[in-house]
Antibody, heavy 126, light 109 residues
Framework: QVQLQQWGAGLLKPSETLSLTCAVYGGSFSGYYWSWIRQPPGKGLEWIGEINHSGSTNYNPSLKSRVTISVDTSKNQFSLKLSSVTAADTAVYYC????????????????????WGQGTLVTVSS | QSVLTQPPSVSGAPGQRVTISCTGSSSNIGAGYDVHWYQQLPGTAPKLLIYGNSNRPSGVPDRFSGSKSGTSASLAITGLQAEDEADYYCQSYDSSLGVFGGGTKLTVL
């Protein structure tokens, strides 16, 4: 049973850099992409980006200029850095494992996230 | 503004059936990307409820079912129970990004 445990600073000032880490326990680390997703208070979910064990990354274009996701395969951990934060970055940040299934014959692509970390509330306030 | 559109709220009495819609476009659901559903209880992380349009992970009751047609999808909950009161999110894929609906708050009357 795969479990994700995340941690990081919960209170930042504007212009600082958000830094979170997610550790993966159980299951395969190398066979998946690992994602960060955030949820502003009272709002919906936003995919931030992802990384695999080789360090290959994909980012949401809306955040790409400020986001860096890195991986430490020796510890089965991956991390998120978001620079120059503002109040708009206040959110609960989640890490999650990405699943992808492609069935070419029926033109079907299935991408979902499971499991999720417990979430970390990051508040940006002066 | 979310890429996928869900009703902000739905409600139903215990035992009833409710459905939650999720509307996308030709670049996500209509492009062949499957739809998945998550249940988020207050103060907790989202939990996978339905994957691949209609598949339930182990442990999810068969009261929950999903379907997809064209550029839309639906989540149905039958035999509504008080413990089903939560926020529900649909999710698909679009331009190499995971995209979500804005969420639907289910109230059990």
């Amino acid at each position: 049973q795969v479990q994700l445990q995340q941690w990081g600073a919960g209170l930042l000032k504007p212009s600082e850099t958000l830094s979170l880490t997610c550790a993966v326990y159980g299951g395969s680390f190398s066979g998946y992409y690992w994602s960060w997703i955030r949820q502003p208070p009272g709002k919906g979910l936003e995919w931030i980006g992802e990384i695999n064990h080789s360090g290959s990354t994909n980012y949401n274009p809306s955040l790409k200029s400020r986001v860096t996701i890195s991986v430490d395969t020796s510890k089965n951990q991956f991390s998120l850095k978001l620079s120059s934060v503002t109040a708009a970055d206040t959110a609960v940040y989640y890490c999650a494992r990405k699943h992808i299934v492609v069935v070419t014959a029926i033109h079907s692509v299935s991408v979902w996230f499971d499991p999720w970390g417990q979430g970390t509330l990051v508040t940006v306030s002066s | 503004q979310s890429v996928l559109t869900q009703p902000p709220s739905v409600s139903g009495a215990p035992g009833q059936r409710v459905t939650i819609s999720c509307t996308g476009s030709s670049s996500n659901i209509g492009a062949g990307y499957d739809v998945h559903w998550y249940q988020q209880l207050p103060g907790t992380a989202p939990k996978l409820l339905i994957y691949g349009n209609s598949n339930r992970p182990s442990g999810v009751p068969d009261r929950f079912s999903g379907s997809k047609s064209g550029t839309s999808a639906s989540l149905a909950i039958t035999g509504l129970q008080a413990e089903d009161e939560a926020d529900y999110y649909c999710q698909s894929y679009d331009s190499s990004l995971g995209v979500f609906g804005g969420g639907t708050k289910l109230t059990v009357l």
